[in-house]
DNA sequence: AGAATAGTGTCTATGAGACAGTATGAG
DNA sequence: CTCATACTGTCTCATAGACACTATTCT
């Protein structure tokens, strides 16, 4: 890493304040959400934005998004063999940010983590945050101006987020759309068991489109290792009852599912 | 990103180097080559290293890849516009490693780019490096030692890169391997005006395989905005004459260019 | 002529999308 | 009964892979 400096500058090391950044993704209800905290101090105090804070200094970069995960959530990364409580989510490293002037306070360079999680737990605001909330990212974004399908005309003007999160916030969303094509991620957004239609709600709201259960039900079923009968059946959601799944060993999906182009 | 700390902690931002490294990558004869710098200092002196150097306090990290990129190959960025008189490479963000003791003296975070370039440019050793050169990846990550199928017999015994180097390199390949399958990517391995038998030797070289000519000439040729011929032909690789082409317009292969399993 | 590469055509298996039709629960 | 959801089956079209065949150059 320090190498191939031409020439030599020892000068051109210059101190980085390097932090972690979530975007924490669920669904509910049929909207892809986001996990927002209130801003408790300037700059930009009192807008939302996205929840994070400082690496420490014997934490490695996925150590501190964990850790901040479960400060503001509660939830703790998939890892088999620790029984989480709360509740498991799936984190992976996302993208870096560190143009200057992104913080007006000081040069940091922020580490980008997205987290799915399943719809269980409620936000709970940590620390100094005056409030978390999920939020749709349709909202955070604002998205939905010029939407004619989407029917929203809600009170609340979508405020931006602060910093340069809005960025953030669009590179996870546009991560997690395309991985759930080619790999059984989606099933993170899943309590342990779950229904094809539960599964299919998923694709259908962070793709936001529709889809034919049909298909989708021979689709699912069809490729091996992503999905596993676990033996019950449920009727939560009305009709003829559904057989139940866990996510099955396979990680990546062949053959992939796309998602329906416009 | 300064949000959401519990309790507020100023105490917990310490200061961190950051660098950018470099996983530059082209195809020479049939084998997929990374550029290689050998350290001229300690820690791991002697030793092959990927390119890389400290940000500085004026650029935001996509700058800085670029200029390590320009002091050590001489390539530019491919922008269209700017007409670079070497060469242009594409460059990305890959990720970003920052374990607490990746490099012995101090914490540093390295965010590490991927650039992809034609074989043009003679590689140039920069400044206080020793050294640099165009290695085949297999040699680099030692992969080749149980290897039925590629012949090496080599005297060179594949000395581990220094620092985390290794794995850096190893996550840059199977990026561009994977995203030569769904972008048109492969062209940035390959001159302004190439054959389609050229560029079918990119994905063979790249995935390390064998692919049907007829095939791929059908395959290439009929996804949309992939390819624009250019009106000349080429002899350059004996048997009949080839049509040239440029790099059409779209960046995104509808349909993929999915690689053979195993 | 023979070797090498370029390019076209043809067959087959597989999967996606559209959609008919049946199964099983709740009210 | 009606309605909602779950699931199975069938048809058609597009594409991937295998491979025969022709075209054009060089030695």
Chains 1, 2 share one sequence.
Not at 12 to 33: E, I, K, Q, S, W
Not at 223 to 239: E, K, N
Request: hydrophobic share 40%; with cysteine; glycine share 12%.
């Amino acid at each position: 890493m320090i190498t191939g400096m031409s020439p030599y500058d020892p000068s051109a090391f210059l101190p980085f304040a390097v932090t972690v950044d979530l975007v924490v993704l669920t669904v509910r209800g049929h909207a892809l959400c986001a996990l927002a905290v209130r801003r408790g101090e300037p700059p930009f105090e009192g807008r939302w934005a996205l929840p994070g804070g400082f690496v420490r200094g014997e934490e490695n970069l996925a150590e501190a998004a964990a850790r901040e995960l479960a400060e503001e959530t509660g939830l703790c990364v998939q890892d088999p063999g620790s029984d989480a409580p709360t509740g498991t989510a799936h984190l992976e490293q996302l993208a870096t940010y560190g143009d200057p002037g992104r913080d007006p306070r000081m040069r940091v360079v922020s580490v980008a983590h997205l987290a799915l999680a399943p719809d269980l737990p409620a936000p709970r605001a940590g620390g100094d945050a005056e409030g978390a909330r999920w939020a749709p990212v349709r909202d955070l974004l604002g998205e939905d101006l010029i939407g004619g399908d989407g029917a929203r005309r809600d009170a609340e003007p979508p405020a931006p987020l602060a910093f340069d999160h809005a960025r953030i916030l669009a590179d996870g969303v546009e991560r997690a759309r395309s991985k759930i094509e080619y790999s059984s991620l989606a099933t993170a957004f899943c309590p342990s068991e779950f229904t094809v239609g539960e599964l299919r709600r998923v694709y259908e709201a962070v793709w936001g489109v529709a889809l034919d259960p049909r298909n989708f039900h021979r689709k699912v079923t069809g490729t091996p290792g992503f999905l596993v009968p676990s033996g019950g059946t449920t009727t939560r959601q009305g009709g003829r009852p559904a057989q139940l799944f866990r996510a099955g060993g396979a990680t990546v999906l062949n053959p992939p599912m796309l998602r329906p182009e416009i």
